[in-house]
């Protein structure tokens, strides 16, 4: 306090006249024995702050678990809100799908396999169209998917079946196709199509990979067990034979998807030190044209059809 406030509160306690006897009597008695007589009432230590304690513990757990609900929650929505990442099955099976006959109304699939395929053959190419229900093969190599013709066309129900001298012969309905090699070969183009037998080479790979590459597209990668039934028929099932081989050590499985979502390639290449391999090339999806019956052919008969070759049982000796 300055010397200039100390000074105006003498001043001002001089002018005020001193109390009597009687009132500096009765404020000291009440400034001593009865000072405790006003002063607020607090509640007793000892019952009060255990409770208060509890009552924070109990504030600081609630505020916890509100904390840890949210965070569960949050957890909950955001699985909710984002599907599992989808596996690479399921995407290569969906890009299948895609590039099949049941999702475009028309494609072209140029199969091409390279090393022994058989005991007679080397290399294979073989062209599958489709346009709607329309099919047509042509064979070529030195591999015949159709033995004695250079192709099949299924056109409105009817079979067409041209000769390396460039005629026709018609036949009214694939169960006149005889021996049975060329309906296996229409199954099996059909299958392709379709997309049901690329979905089987696929499930036939395991340890199946995926790899988006800088182009957007995706490349798929595996492994095919030797001689697995969904990638090929037993050889002496000529019904079903497939057009792609079975490499008995089993191959590297590669599949290309296009940053449109539709299969560009699919190949197999066997194992060292088997040299071959297998592809299939994807064009003209949406675009191929329609297949037409030829302007002339002759009535086919079954003698038309070559005898199909004669299997060497596996336990006999050459």
Do not use: C
């Amino acid at each position: 306090m300055t010397n200039e406030n100390l000074q105006l509160l003498a001043n001002f306690r001089s002018e005020v006249s001193p109390p009597d006897e009687a009132t500096a009597q009765r404020i000291s008695r009440l400034a001593t024995t009865e000072r405790n007589s006003f002063a607020p009432r607090m509640p007793h230590p000892p019952f009060r702050l255990p409770q208060l304690a509890r009552r924070r513990r109990l504030i600081a757990l609630s505020a916890g678990a509100a904390a840890a609900l949210s965070v569960t929650g949050l957890l909950v929505a955001l699985t909710l809100s984002g599907a599992a990442p989808e596996s690479a099955y399921a995407a290569a099976r969906k890009a299948v799908a895609a590039t099949s006959a049941g999702a475009l109304d028309s494609g072209t699939m140029t199969l091409t396999s390279t090393g022994p395929i058989s005991r007679s053959s080397t290399s294979m190419v073989t062209t599958v169209r489709w346009n709607g229900d329309d099919l047509a093969i042509e064979s070529g190599g030195d591999g015949q998917v159709l033995p004695g013709f250079a192709q099949l066309l299924l056109v409105g129900g009817s079979v067409y079946l041209q000769r390396p001298d460039g005629s026709w012969l018609h036949y009214a309905s694939e169960a006149d196709l005889e021996p049975p090699l060329y309906g296996g070969a229409v199954r099996t183009a059909r299958s392709l199509a379709a997309g049901s037998g690329a979905a089987q080479i696929i499930a036939s790979a395991y340890d199946l990979k995926r790899a988006v590459q800088p182009d957007g597209s995706t490349v798929y990668r595996g492994t095919i067990s030797p001689s697995h039934p969904a990638e090929a028929a037993p050889e002496n099932d000529t019904a079903n034979q497939f057009m792609l081989p079975v490499f008995g050590p089993g191959g590297a499985f590669e599949m290309i998807v296009g940053s449109d979502g539709l299969v560009t390639q699919m190949s197999e290449t066997a194992s060292p030190p088997l040299a071959a391999a297998w592809s299939i090339e994807y064009s003209l999806l949406g675009s191929t044209s329609r297949i037409t019956p030829p302007a002339t052919y002759a009535e086919g008969t079954p003698g038309d059809l070559p005898t199909p070759p004669q299997q060497v049982p596996t336990d006999t000796a050459p």
